[in-house]
């Protein structure tokens, strides 16, 4: 895996274009939208699975920082108040140095006015951790910046949410 920023400095566009759609997290013992998740799609109506499938290790670090900008953004123009929260999905194997591959989402926030806390970032389950200690050094950075973590797994037919 190479570890530098080049990947996501070297100015070139992604070889796709994506956009996002808002799912929204209910509350369900107040019956109300807690938050949305963040969910990659194509701008002609592709699903994830064909976007995803175009990501491959010359592109993956570029994806996940652009997923995350495009999904602040655009929930930046959606939801003005200061309570909505948004869950956005990334791939912990694309983060090489948490304080580093941060930034732009910081950036990204602080442009459009959406606060730290009203984020959450949510470990993609379909992606294999192998390093503990790193995804630890993740977890510690982001909640460090003001920002919530989650692991959803399942469990005995039971989906498991850990914070």
Same mark, same amino acid.
């Not at 920023?5 to 939208?33: N, W, Y």
């Not at 200061?82 to 732009?104: D, G, H, Q």
């Not at 009203?118 to 909640?143: C, G, K, L, S």
């Given at each position: 895996?190479?570890?530098?920023? &080049?990947?996501? #400095? ?9 956009? =996002?759609?808002? +799912?929204?997290? @209910?509350? /369900?013992?107040?019956?109300? @939208? ?5 969910? /990659? ?12 499938? =175009? @990501? ?11 997923? #995350? ?10 939801? &003005? ?13 694309? /983060? ?15 442009? /459009?006015?959406?606060? +730290? #806390?009203?984020? =959450? ?7 294999? =951790? ?5 995804? &630890? ?24 949410? @850990?914070?």
């Amino acid at each position: 895996m190479k570890r530098d920023c &080049q990947a996501c #400095r070297d100015g070139k566009p992604l070889p796709f274009e994506f956009t =996002m759609a808002f +799912h929204p997290i @209910v509350d /369900v013992s107040r019956c109300t @939208v807690w938050g949305y998740e963040a969910l /990659v799609r194509g701008t002609e109506g592709q699903g994830a699975g064909q976007i995803l499938g =175009m @990501v491959d290790e010359s592109n993956r670090y570029k994806f996940d920082q652009a997923c #995350r900008v495009k999904a602040i953004e655009l929930a930046g123009q959606l939801f &003005q108040d200061a309570e909505t929260r948004l869950s956005i999905n990334f791939m912990p194997n694309a /983060v090489y140095e948490p304080a580093a591959c941060i930034r732009a989402t910081l950036d990204a926030a602080r442009r /459009v006015g959406f606060a +730290h #806390r009203q984020i =959450m970032f949510e470990f993609t389950e379909n992606e294999r =951790m192998t390093d503990v200690a790193h995804v &630890q050094r993740i977890i510690a950075e982001y909640r460090k910046q003001g920002f919530a973590t989650a692991l959803a797994g399942c469990c005995k037919s039971r989906w498991r949410l @850990v914070w």
